[in-house]
């Protein structure tokens, strides 16, 4: 089976110009999974695949299994981080509220890449693949100063940003915010390239842009 990567791009694609806006995570999910089970025929999908591992227990939101001869199964985990945002779509109205919390949602993105990592090495997947949807430009956008030390300098993820292999853990380890929050290891650093989603009318004027941020693990 060839690389996962360049079917799930065409599907986003499509799905931008089909459903340029979701309710909520759940919705995300389940057009995703309906996309690509209508490009793959016959191919399985199951959604919060549960398992245990030496992590704990976890639900993995996406699990694709193709079977040409032989079972090929892809990991898929996602994000769909709000900004406020009320607008109608196809006729259907959308009213987003913030998500905020940004730091604590660039980490749980690294959480993601090294959970799919954890199931390739236990060999219940075969590819990983980790998607973050977004209309909150703090994502994309590299911080306004660079130079002043940031709580979650390890896990930035804006456009053009590569993230370190080895150690990854907050700059204040003792922020209590943060107890739960455990330090990341990953054998590779990791290239960040934001692309355009959708761009989607709204009432509020602003905070229609959406592009996504996809990492293979």
């Known amino acids: 089976m060839h690389d996962f990567l360049d079917h799930l791009k065409d599907i986003l694609k499509l799905l931008g110009e089909t459903r340029r806006i979701f ?62 945002i009320t607008t109608k779509d196809d006729g259907e109205e959308y009213r987003l509220s913030n998500h905020g919390a940004q730091s604590d949602a660039r980490y749980r993105f690294f959480k993601d890449i090294s959970r799919l990592n954890e199931l390739k090495a236990s060999k219940d997947i075969d590819e990983g693949y980790a998607i973050v949807l977004t209309n909150d430009p703090l994502y994309w956008k590299q911080p306004k100063s660079p130079t002043r030390e940031l709580d979650y300098e390890a896990f930035k993820i804006h456009d053009e940003h590569e993230s370190r292999s080895g150690e990854l853990n907050w700059d204040n380890e003792d922020n209590k ?24 009318p709204s009432l509020d004027v602003t905070n229609g842009k959406f592009q996504y941020l996809m990492v293979k693990a």
Not at 42 to 58: F, N, Q, T
Not at 72 to 79: V, Y
């Open 23 to 84: 309710h909520s995570e759940a919705d995300f999910q389940h057009a995703l999974a309906w996309e690509i089970h209508t490009k793959f025929k016959g191919c399985k999908i199951r959604l919060e695949r549960p398992y245990e591992m030496p992590s704990g227990s976890y639900h993995l939101d996406l699990l694709v299994i193709l079977d040409s001869g032989h079972p090929h199964k892809i990991g898929i985990e996602l994000k769909y981080l709000k900004k406020q």
């Open 177 to 200: 915010a943060h107890k739960n929050m455990p330090k990341l290891f990953f054998s590779e650093s990791y290239k960040f390239s934001w692309v355009n989603y959708s761009d989607v």
